[in-house]
């Protein structure tokens, strides 16, 4: 890791030279030179500890971009479930872009080394899915032969993780123990983790979780119900590698729309928010966190709300917030038009967004007789009620006339199937007319299998689809917080203010 | 700076005399030291000055026992309010020494604070602890059982900007009490706002200050302020 730094810092310098000044053509040897210099003394030292704040953040993206990834295993160890899992881990890295090297300590994997030192200085990332006792024996091995960043998958009580502590002083990044699930990367097919069958699909969510089985549900989740994840990582124990580290890392990342993560205590709290609050400006932070019984969690809630990060009840919820967040726009104000074919299904949407603290839009007079004046019989209120015969038509020109008035920060489109006239090919006349606006929409379409007919159409056009109007306003509510952040940068302290009452507070947001 | 400068001073010289917590009139001298608006008192040793101070603070008054061992001071019912003559002064006075013999007759009491007396409103609580992994956290809730009851408190880390104080406020369920209910006027929440966005940035100046609690805080209709009837501060450890 190190030495890459050293090698990497010099070489954009003489980049921009040769582009410039023609006869500068020794500068460019002079990175290769150096790094063949300053390879030896390098070396045999531990690296000194004044360098750690740079080598940190290259530790966690060699997490998820190493050059090239060793797997070490003992196959066939008589106890414990280490050689499974090393199996599954070994399968799932066959979808790497990258270079995989298999290390099997007991030698029976076919094309496997059998030590560590075969692989020196080709991996940057090793994943330790070793038995307890094997795993702290060979973490100096690893970190000897040159992989300097590790995923150790078994677990440990505190007082056992002596070995692991110590390489961590002499600068080896660690992710775990505990993290049997790893890290993933979909866009290289980077997979370490040790669950089988695990082919996701590619997109903008990055997931942090702190459980292993947490972890898995979600990527499991998101995989049946086909929503794309840009990078995963289990923290386990998280003796190093943190979710503030993790954070920082993913708000930079361009692969990563939204930052999911699944977390319990931090060690620093106030770092931690800090991250968040920084994170969310860049994008937007979905947070579920287990433990609302205890005191300390009003706390947690705080610094949530303070860093404007949207903090979900559950896994499901996590994955309706994050897949809403990664298709729509942020969505600046609060008031949220309904347009349903049906009464049922909107009256229930009323209720929904109540809960979630959205309040109805009204529609200006001018969009109000714009639809009335071609639809007589349809009431301009809110929710729009369409009745069961209405056809992509009638939605095209209460769309155009809805998505374009002031008054209203979004929408909730709702299509029933078979209780009306409406079919897949209504849907993706819809879907044609919502590719055309920017505010934000979301689609409910109760039921099962009508759920995933229109699902499979208005996703293609980036509208995320829910089963139910309460999942969907939860959506909403998420686009709303997120929309918040835009809003203003507030100083920090300011005692003197002119008031601001709630009232013109939400003038505010209205002007907008 | 100046403000912080005053404080620091105020906050060693307490340390001087090896102390960690402050008696109700040191906390109430800090915090208006910190521009946060706090009910006059003043020390009385004896019945003979508690009757002067209270002519000069005016009548009405009230009067607290002020004892290093009491903390709780309604509790041994060491508070007489609304004391509006000479005589109702040294009647309190004898009362609240005879309650305090009786209810913790150990107690090394210094006298009576004679105070300011304010007319009912709206009563909060801010306080401010720090959390070993968050650090200076400031605690808002209404007061009385609102608070001891249903935990109706919201927190926020300092430093607070004008909304997190808002939203805090916006977040205990009891909040339409502040925003006045049955054709009461609202409350001042500007005012206190204020308070809460003074408290944490105390806390994030002056990191010597382990905890405060300004209980309660009346909150007056809108436009006519908020001001700390009592406060308890605790210094750091060393």
């Not at chain 1, 150096?34 to 531990?46: L, Q, T, V």
């Not at chain 1, 937007?284 to 009003?298: C, H, N, Q, S």
Request: contains cysteine.
């Amino acid at each position: 890791m190190f030495r890459r730094l050293f090698k990497k810092k010099p070489a954009p310098k003489p980049r921009k030279h040769k582009v410039v000044v023609k006869p500068k053509k020794p500068v460019r040897r002079k990175p290769i030179k150096s790094k063949s210099i300053r390879k030896k003394p390098i070396k045999p030292k531990a690296v000194p500890k004044r360098v750690a704040p740079i080598r940190k953040v290259d530790g966690v993206k060699a997490l998820f971009e190493p050059r090239g990834v060793v797997i070490v295993g003992a196959s066939g160890a008589k106890t414990g479930t280490a050689p499974t899992l090393f199996k599954s881990a070994v399968d799932n890295m066959r979808t790497y872009k990258g270079k995989t090297y298999i290390v099997d300590l007991n030698r029976e994997m076919e094309g496997a080394f059998k030590d560590v030192k075969k692989v020196r200085e080709k991996a940057e990332l090793a994943v330790l899915a070793l038995p307890q006792d094997l795993a702290l024996k060979n973490v100096k091995k690893v970190a000897d032969a040159g992989v300097r960043t590790m995923v150790v998958s078994p677990s440990y009580e505190p007082a056992q993780r002596g070995a692991l502590l110590e390489a961590t002083r002499q600068g080896v990044r660690i992710l775990g123990p505990n993290s049997a699930m790893g890290v993933i990367n979909t866009r290289t097919g980077l997979n370490t983790s040790l669950a089988r069958e695990m082919m996701l699909q590619q997109g903008g969510i990055a997931i942090i979780s702190q459980s292993n089985s947490v972890g898995a549900a979600v990527l499991d989740l998101a995989r049946i119900r086909g929503i794309g994840i840009s990078k995963f990582v289990s923290l386990g124990d998280k003796i190093d590698v943190d979710e503030t580290e993790l954070i920082n890392y993913f708000s930079n990342d361009s692969d990563t729309r939204v930052i999911c993560i699944g977390m319990g205590d931090v060690r620093d709290g106030r770092k931690f928010v800090d991250a968040l609050r920084a994170a969310t400006k860049k994008k937007p932070v979905v947070v579920l966190r287990a433990g609302i019984t205890r005191l300390e969690d009003k706390i947690y809630d705080a610094g949530f709300k303070q860093a404007r990060a949207i903090r979900v009840r559950d896994v499901e919820e996590m994955l309706d917030v994050a897949s809403a967040l990664a298709k729509q726009p942020p969505m600046v104000g609060d008031k949220i038009m309904v347009i349903s074919n049906a009464h049922g299904p909107a009256v229930l949407a009323m209720d929904a967004m109540h809960c979630e603290g959205l309040t109805l839009a009204k529609l200006d007079e001018k969009t109000a007789k714009g639809i009335s004046q071609r639809y007589p019989n349809i009431n301009a209120a809110n929710p729009i009620e369409l009745g069961i015969e209405a056809r992509a038509k009638q939605y095209e020109l209460v769309l155009k006339n809805v998505l374009t008035d002031p008054n209203v920060d979004g929408v909730m489109l709702i299509n029933m199937l078979k209780s009306s006239l409406l079919d897949v090919d209504d849907i993706r006349a819809i879907a044609e007319v919502l590719k055309k606006f920017k505010k934000p929409v979301v689609d409910v379409a109760m039921g099962g299998e009508s759920y995933v007919s229109v699902r499979d159409v208005l996703e293609g056009a980036n509208v995320p689809v829910y089963d139910s109007p309460e999942r969907a306003s939860r959506a909403l509510r998420a686009l709303c917080i997120y929309g918040r952040v835009k809003e203003k940068t507030e100083a920090p302290v300011a005692p003197k203010i002119a008031k601001k009452s709630k009232a013109t507070k939400k003038k505010a947001k209205r002007k907008r | 700076m100046a403000a912080k400068k005053n404080v620091l001073e105020f906050i060693s010289s307490i340390k001087a005399q090896k102390r960690r917590e402050l008696s109700e009139l040191e906390a109430k001298n800090l915090i208006s030291l910190w521009g946060i608006q706090t009910t006059r008192a003043e020390l009385a040793h004896d019945v003979s000055e508690a009757v002067k101070l209270a002519r000069e603070i005016k009548y009405p008054v009230v009067l607290k026992v002020a004892s290093p061992d009491i903390i709780h001071k309604s509790d041994v019912r060491g508070v007489k309010v609304g004391l509006s003559s000479e005589f109702d002064v040294k009647h309190a006075f004898e009362e609240i020494m005879a309650n305090v013999r009786a209810y913790k007759p150990n107690a090394n009491v210094l006298g009576v604070t004679v105070q300011e007396y304010v007319p009912p409103a709206k009563e909060v609580v801010v306080g401010m602890i720090r959390d070993k992994t968050f650090g200076p956290t400031v605690m808002f809730g209404l007061g009385g059982v609102w608070v001891d009851v249903m935990k109706d408190i919201s927190f926020r880390l300092a430093p607070l900007t004008r909304d997190d104080a808002l939203e805090m406020m916006l977040e205990v369920k009891g909040y339409l009490l502040l925003t006045g209910t049955r054709g009461a006027p609202p409350a001042d929440t500007e005012a206190l706002a204020d308070i809460i966005q003074k408290v944490g940035q105390l806390a994030v100046e002056v990191p010597e200050i382990a905890e405060m609690d300004l209980n309660p805080v009346f909150v007056f209709d809108k436009g006519k302020g908020a001001i700390a009837v009592d406060a308890r501060i605790v210094l750091r450890e060393g």
